[in-house]
């Protein structure tokens, strides 16, 4: 039992506990969208993106968080403009902004000091370096992101799900899907912390790519994605703090190997049952929804006992 | 002071009496004229299908009306609004590429969304959007699948589903884009009683198509390159539909 009370001693266990569950259920509610979208390359590159903003906070000595927020909606806005233009999913130009980013922040870093550990932290996440005001604001964002996504859901399904039919009703689709960038711009700001910038997609995409193979609903969808985020969350922190290996990693590990686990053995959706169903017997004995009857109009070959 | 403004606009929509109306139309995407001059007056209770072959802009034209195109030069005019100010009183149903199929909604979820311009979008759904939302997935047969993803239904099934969905909004203007393509005959009737039904109760139906036409009034489309002989439409003519203007 002390493998689990132990850390709840430490403080800074406590707040990194705090955050990560907070950004697991954030990233898993509009990874449901990102991954129902299939717009999960887009929400990497905004994550990528942050990454000069963050650099040069650091070197100013600035809130991080700050300096993510600030290239986060930077950079939500440039991709929004860009795929806004006739609503292309365009891969080419978010391939291009994002890797600029990306080489920007390389090339800030390139001819100042910066200690291996603070470069590991903002890339591969450091959640027990959360301050108590990094957790304030990761509440704070959180549930502003949470509320938006709850209040404006009709409007995401509708959007998402017939952009003609929604725009003919008058529904801002464009303006809605700059929204979305937005809302996964400041997930992924608030989010880099505890797994960092390369990782943090998978926060968003992997519990929600696990949960669609266990439901077909949306509402399900995103409330297992939450939860299996917390939960690999939890224990990637909890096998980080004990084993002295990078928390961040280890959620992201512990995430994919539940997705992998579901790919192959979920209820409806997963390899296995679907092999199973193939080989099943019973079903050739089953009432089937339909019979074909043949008729052919060639009279020579009509009956053939006739002959 | 609201029933004054209601009076008066009740007696704006008498006075038009062809309350769709197209003029001057021009669509072109970037420097490609698609369509120039279109000039069109659709009273109440009017059936226009619109025809041609492929690449005429038949659908272009639909989604024009339908204010998902922006025009390069003329109006269209809902009531004597511009129709983009009217959407409320026009329901779209797109084409089966246009819609994300594999997102998960129910067959219920999308015939509410026809209540969302009345009701507002934010709103939750009230005892009258449900009543509305039951009645139109029995008028279609379809009360059976309300809970059903609908990316489980067959074509046919979807169909009707936002064929439910543009009953279910109670709009004065139905747009169609090829709702008989790839269809059911139970589909494709319960759809031709339907169109009776709407032109019984006065409202406008416009629907793009590629080979089926049910009587009513024609928006015939030509290519340029390759004009379509008069007489290939003729014996519809004859079935009591009328001519509207066209161009290219």
Redesign the interface.
């Known amino acids: 039992m002390s493998t689990l009370t132990d850390p709840l001693s430490d403080p800074a266990f406590v707040r990194a506990l705090f955050d990560v569950v907070a950004v697991a259920i954030v990233a898993g509610v509009i990874g449901t969208f990102i991954v129902?979208?299939g717009i999960g390359f887009l929400g990497d590159a905004l994550a990528h993106s942050i990454f000069p903003g963050v650099v040069i906070a650091f070197l100013m000595g600035a809130n991080l968080l700050v300096g993510a927020l600030v290239a986060g909606m930077a950079a939500a806005a440039l991709m929004g403009l860009l795929t806004a233009n006739a609503r292309v999913r365009d891969n080419t130009s978010i391939g291009v902004i994002f890797t600029a980013a990306f080489a920007l922040g390389v090339v800030v870093l390139s001819n100042r000091s910066i200690g291996v550990d603070q470069l590991e932290g903002i890339l591969f996440g450091d959640p027990l370096a959360a301050k108590a005001a990094d957790v304030a604001m990761t509440l704070t964002i959180g549930c502003a992101v949470l509320a938006a996504m709850i209040?404006?859901r009709?409007?995401f399904?509708?959007a998402?799900?017939?952009?003609?039919?929604a725009?003919?009703?008058?529904?801002p689709v464009v303006a809605l899907d700059v929204l979305l960038l937005a809302l996964t711009a400041l997930t992924v700001v608030v989010a880099f912390k505890a797994v960092g910038d390369i990782l943090v997609i998978s926060l968003m995409i992997t519990p929600a790519a696990t949960a669609r193979l266990f439901t077909?609903?949306?509402l399900p969808?995103a409330l297992v994605a939450a939860g299996l985020g917390s939960a690999a969350s939890i224990a990637g922190l909890y096998l980080g703090y004990h084993q002295s290996v990078s928390p961040g990693g280890t959620i992201v590990l512990i995430a994919t190997s539940v997705f992998f686990s579901a790919w192959l053995a979920a209820p409806r959706h997963g390899l296995v049952a679907g092999l199973l169903a193939r080989r099943d017997r019973s079903l050739l004995r089953s009432e089937p929804e339909a019979v074909a009857e043949v008729i052919l109009a060639s009279p020579e070959i009509r009956d053939p006992h006739e002959r | 002071m609201v029933d004054a403004a209601a009076a008066e606009a009740a007696a704006t929509r008498a006075q038009h009496d062809s309350c769709l109306v197209l003029r001057d139309v021009t669509i072109a995407y970037g420097r490609r004229v698609v369509l120039a001059h279109v000039d069109a007056d659709i009273p109440r209770g009017e059936l226009v299908s619109i025809v041609g072959p492929n690449g005429a802009g038949k659908s272009t034209l639909l989604?024009a009306i339908?204010?998902?195109i922006p025009l390069a030069g003329g109006e269209i005019t809902l009531f004597g609004e511009p129709i983009t100010r009217m959407?409320?009183r026009?329901?779209?149903?797109?084409q089966r590429e246009?819609?994300?199929w594999?997102?998960?909604?129910?067959v219920r979820?999308?015939v509410l969304?026809g209540r969302?311009?009345q009701r507002g979008?934010?709103r939750p759904s009230t005892a009258e959007d449900r009543a509305a939302v039951a009645a139109a997935l029995e008028q279609l047969g379809i009360t059976d699948l309300a809970a059903r993803?609908v990316?489980e239904l067959s074509g046919g099934q979807q169909r009707r589903a936002?064929i439910a969905?543009a009953l279910a909004q109670e709009s004065d203007v139905i747009?169609l884009d090829e709702p008989m393509a790839g269809i059911d005959a139970e589909t494709h009737d319960r759809i031709l009683d339907l169109f009776e039904e709407w032109r019984a109760q006065r409202r406008v139906v416009l629907q793009a198509t590629h080979t089926h036409m049910h009587g009513g009034s024609m928006i015939v489309l030509h290519r340029r390159a390759e004009p379509i002989p008069a007489h290939q439409f003729a014996h519809h003519a004859e079935e009591g539909g009328e001519h509207h203007e066209h161009a290219h």
């Open positions: 129902l979208r209040g404006l009709r409007l399904v509708m998402s799900f017939d952009p003609s039919g725009r003919a009703m008058g529904l077909d609903r949306l969808t | 989604k339908a204010g998902l959407r409320k026009v329901a779209y149903v797109p246009d819609v994300e594999s997102f998960p909604v129910s979820d999308v969304m969302y311009p979008w934010l993803q990316a936002f969905r747009l």
